[in-house]
C-alpha cells in the first residue's frame, strides 16, 4: 500500500503542557483513518501539525517521503494537497456558495474562472448543493455549510482530506446528510482522516481506528479490534460511554 504521509515522532506542547508525546502514524493511500478520544487528548493539535496550521515542536511529518518543513516543499501546494475541514466549516461569509469553492482554485492551483466554476459545480452536485451555488454562503444551515465546506476541499484536488469534528457543531437532524456524504467520499476511495463521536460512522466507515489519550495514541487497530476487542482499559472505560 502506498503511504502518502508518514507522521514521526511528533510532539507538540502549549508551555509546560504536553499535548502530543510522540504520535506515530502513517496514511496510507485509499485508507480511510477515524480518530477518537476524549476531549483534550490532542487530536485536534494533531490533525492542525499535519496541516502546519500549528508549529510542531519536534518529530516529523513526511508527504511522500519528503518532510514538510525541510524547505523543499510548497506550504500552498501541500495545504492544497492535504486539505483540512472543520468543525466550525470557515466558509467565507462574504462570498456566495460557487465563489468559497472557486476562491482557492483561482488563487493556489491559477486555474481560469471558466475551469474553476466548471470544477466548483461538479463537487457541490456531488454532496448535493449545486442548486444552491449562488446563495450567499450565510443563508445556509450549518449542514449545508459543512457540505459546501467539504466541496470547497474537493475542490483543490486533494490526495487527503482531514477532517476535525466534523459535524459536531451540528443539530442532530443534520449530523445524517454531512455522514451520507463522507460516506460515499470513502467508497470513492478518498483517503480521509477524520477526527470524529460518531462511533457508529467510525465502525461503518473505517479501515483503521484510533484511540487517542493523554497526548499518545493508546490503542489501534481494525474497526473490529478497536469496539469489539478493546486491550487497553482507558479504550475500555472511553468506549463505555458511548453504549
Ligand atoms: P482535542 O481536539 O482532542 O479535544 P486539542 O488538540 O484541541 O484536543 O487540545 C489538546 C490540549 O491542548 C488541551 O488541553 C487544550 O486545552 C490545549 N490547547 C490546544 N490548543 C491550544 C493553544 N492554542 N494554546 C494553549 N493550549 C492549547
Ligand atoms: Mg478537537
Known sequence: METIIQIQ???????????????????HKGEVVTIIGSSGSGKSTM???????????????????????????????????????????????????????????????????????ATALKFLDEVGMKEFANKPS?????????????????CMDPEVLLFDEPTSALDPEMVGDVLDVMKKLANEGLTMVIVT???????????????????????????????EHPQQERTQQFLSRYQ
Open 47 to 117: 490533525l492542525r501539525c499535519v496541516n502546519l496550521l500549528e508549529r510542531m515542536d519536534g518529530g516529523h511529518v513526511l508527504y511522500h517521503g519528503k518532510d514538510i518543513l525541510s524547505g523543499q516543499m510548497d506550504v500552498n501546494e501541500y495545504r492544497s494537497k492535504v486539505g483540512m475541514v472543520f468543525q466550525s466549516f470557515n466558509l467565507f461569509n462574504n462570498l456566495t456558495v460557487l465563489e468559497n469553492c472557486m476562491l482557492g482554485q483561482i488563487r493556489v492551483l491559477k486555474k481560469s474562472k471558466e475551469e474553476a466554476k
Open 197 to 227: 463521536h460518531e462511533m457508529q460512522f467510525a465502525r461503518e466507515v473505517s479501515d483503521r481506528v484510533i484511540f487517542m489519550d493523554k497526548g499518545v495514541i493508546a490503542e489501534q487497530g481494525s474497526p473490529e479490534q478497536l469496539f
Open 9 to 27: 515522532h511528533l510532539q507538540k506542547h502549549f508551555g509546560n503542557l504536553k499535548v502530543l508525546n510522540d504520535v506515530d502514524f502513517d496514511i
Open 138 to 154: 450565510t443563508k445556509l444551515s450549518g449542514g449545508q455549510k459543512q457540505r459546501v465546506a467539504i466541496a470547497r476541499a474537493l
